[in-house]
Structure formats: structure tokens, C-alpha cells
């Protein structure tokens, strides 16, 4: 078993709705990450977070450490949000380079 | 603007040639990590440098040499010891933190190496 796991792995919506991407580990964490990689394959931070929830524009991402589930959240998605979103976390038993990532979860944005 | 660099973006390759990968960073990061990513699987760890000429091994390091004579610089040498060299390679750099896991990477647009 993977010790990230994401769902769903590829997601179309039509343009506007809410999208939520989910992620779930199941080893003790100091942080998880939210990423984007667009399709030319260049990768950018969204979030860090290790409790509660951050908000930055139209996207939102929560974590609840108990069940050991973040969640990304789109609002009023736009074609432009059409990537590849990687969930990862650090572990505190790790090395200091070393995240554990997940698979990523294909989004597509139809206008 | 500050950011991370990655040449060549394309490269082919050979059986049996060693290459090399570049990767520049002008935001002062102490740390600087070198990831592989494969069609279907999460990106792994190959090497990773937390100071000027030092460096650890990550996960999947067999076949691969780094170095890191400059803070600035970390580059990646795909050598003929690795079986499957065909991948797309990202480099990243953090700042130095205490706690492992909880940094923010900056990543390059990578580089995408194939073996003919």
C-alpha cells in the first residue's frame, strides 16, 4: 500500500464548478504539500500546511491530522487550472530532503 | 527574478554515455534536491546537498553522481551504471529548515532525458 494515496487519479469538470482533489498517508507527517505540475512539467508550491486550512485565490487546502486526509479545493474552476495536482508529505522519520509523494491527480477543465 | 535553472531541457542519449544535467539556483538556498519523475509514479529522491560539498544519497541514487562545489550549483551526472535512464528530471531547492519535510521546494522546469 502506498503510503500517499490521491483521488480520484483524473478528474474533468466543466468550467466553473468546484473541485475537490483528495489525499490521505498513513505515516506521522511534519507537513504535507500541495504541487501543480503543468504539462510542460514545471512544478510550483501551492500550500504547505501541518493543520487547519490555507486559502490563496480560488484555491483552498485543508488537513485534518487526526484522519490523516488533506483535501485541495478549486472554486469557479477555469480551463487554466487543467494540471496535474501532487500531494506529498514530509516525515518527521525522513530525511531532510526526502518527501514521500503521491501519484497525482489529473484535472481537466472543459470551457 | 529568482528562481531555478535546468539545461538542457531535452537531451538524448546513448547507451553507454555518461551525461550531465545542470541546475543553477539564484535564490540562496542552502538545500538542493534532485528528483526523478516516471509516467505513473511519484517523483523520487536521487540525491539531495544541504551545505556546499556535502551531499546524501535519496532513494534511488544507483547509477547517478552529484556534486556541489558552489551553493549555487548542484549537478546531476546520469552515469552507464543506470539500467533505465529514460525520465523526466527535476531539480528543486529549500531553504535549510530544523524540521525535515517542512519546506517549501522551488522547482526547475525540468529536464527530459531519453535513451536511444
Known amino acids: 500500500k502506498n503510503e500517499v494515496e490521491q483521488s480520484p487519479q483524473n478528474l474533468t469538470a466543466q468550467e466553473g464548478e468546484f473541485i475537490t482533489i483528495n489525499c490521505s498517508y498513513s505515516?506521522?507527517?511534519?507537513?504535507l504539500h500541495w504541487l501543480q505540475q503543468h504539462p510542460g512539467g514545471g512544478i510550483v508550491s501551492l500550500f504547505m500546511?501541518?493543520?487547519g486550512k490555507k486559502k490563496h485565490g480560488r484555491l483552498i487546502a485543508t488537513i485534518n491530522i487526526q484522519e490523516k486526509h488533506s483535501s485541495l479545493h478549486i472554486t469557479a474552476s477555469h480551463p487554466r487550472d487543467s494540471a496535474v495536482y501532487i500531494c506529498?508529505?514530509?516525515?518527521?522519520?525522513?530525511?531532510?530532503?526526502?518527501?514521500?509523494f503521491g501519484k497525482g491527480t489529473k484535472l481537466s477543465v472543459k470551457p | 527574478d529568482g528562481g531555478i535553472t535546468q539545461s538542457p531541457k531535452y537531451l538524448f542519449r546513448k547507451e553507454g554515455q555518461n551525461v550531465t544535467l545542470s541546475c543553477e539556483q539564484n535564490?540562496?538556498?542552502?538545500?538542493m534536491y534532485w528528483y526523478r519523475q516516471d509516467p505513473g509514479q511519484g517523483l523520487r529522491l536521487i540525491y539531495y546537498?544541504?551545505?556546499?560539498?556535502?551531499?546524501q544519497k535519496g532513494d534511488i541514487a544507483e547509477g547517478y553522481s552529484v556534486s556541489r562545489e558552489k551553493k549555487e550549483s548542484f549537478p546531476l551526472t546520469v552515469t552507464s551504471a543506470q539500467k533505465n535512464p529514460t525520465a523526466f528530471y527535476l531539480c528543486?531547492?529549500?531553504?535549510?529548515?530544523?524540521?525535515?519535510?517542512?519546506?517549501?521546494?522551488?522547482f526547475g522546469a525540468g529536464s527530459r532525458l531519453t535513451v536511444l
Open positions: 528543486a531547492s529549500s531553504i535549510k529548515g530544523a524540521i525535515p519535510g517542512a519546506n517549501v521546494l522551488t
Open positions: 505515516v506521522g507527517i511534519s507537513a
Open positions: 500546511l501541518s493543520s
Open positions: 506529498a508529505v514530509g516525515n518527521y522519520g525522513g530525511s531532510q530532503g526526502n518527501l514521500i
Open positions: 535564490l540562496n538556498h542552502d538545500a
Open positions: 546537498s544541504q551545505i556546499v560539498n556535502d551531499f
